[in-house]
């Protein structure tokens, strides 16, 4: 039986010259828009990374008493996880308000150390990490949740700690860009030097 060899194409060839000029006109119309497609990658993988994680405890942001009330409410749907609560309502009401959501005293815990939203993370990572804490539920109010969001990510991902946002309508316009970058300069601040600083 005859063998055929095709001859690999020079790459003088049009064709290969055409293909070439296909790829080159591509890459001059993806490098200006670069700078924007890498975040967007990135948030999109971590939107679908979302749906993977499974939280193993809820972390409630205090600063509100609807931040308490709504993680009361989620606590309730997942009775087997511990409930992890910085520098919230005082003791007295915040059990009350989980008690009353038919939460286990045992799974409620309280933190008063934090002073702020970067500390609320920084102060309970280690704690996080000492219990094996790979994964958290991150609740708090959708006009605060892009800030808290953003410290998660620099001050528990540190740790290997991935967060899972959780919110309520607080019916707040969003808060600034500002605060969120404000705060996640002090978060790599805190990752350098491992002072957080205050509000």
């Known amino acids: 039986m005859a063998h055929h060899h095709t001859l690999p194409r020079s790459p003088s060839s049009p064709r290969h010259k055409q293909r070439h000029r296909h790829r080159w006109r591509l890459l001059k119309l993806l490098l ?11 948030f999109c993988y971590r939107e679908l990374e979302n749906t993977w994680i499974q939280p193993q405890a809820i972390f409630v942001l205090g600063g509100e008493e609807e931040r308490e009330i709504f ?27 989980f008690k009353k959501a038919g939460v286990s005293p045992e799974n409620l815990h ?18 996080f990490e000492s ?6 539920y991150l609740v708090t109010s959708d006009d605060h949740i892009h800030r808290a969001r953003a410290i998660g990510e620099i001050v528990f991902g540190s740790r290997g700690i991935k967060v899972k ?7 707040r316009p969003v808060e600034p860009v500002r605060k969120t970058v404000r705060d996640s300069f002090r ?13």
């Not at 309280?110 to 704690?127: E, G, P």
Request: cysteine-free; hydrophobic content about 45%.
């Open 32 to 42: 200006p828009i670069s700078p924007l497609i890498m975040p967007i990658g990135w």
């Open 71 to 97: 993680g009361a409410k989620f606590a309730h749907i997942h009775p087997n996880l511990p409930v992890w609560i910085s520098s919230g309502a005082p003791p007295g009401y915040a059990k009350r308000v």
């Open 110 to 127: 309280l933190d008063y150390r934090a002073i702020d939203t970067v500390t609320n993370f920084t102060t309970l990572v280690d704690r």
């Open 131 to 136: 219990k094996g804490i790979t994964s958290v």
């Open 165 to 171: 946002p959780v919110t309520f309508v607080s019916g």
């Open 187 to 199: 978060s790599l601040f805190w990752l350098a030097t491992g002072y957080a600083g205050g509000k």
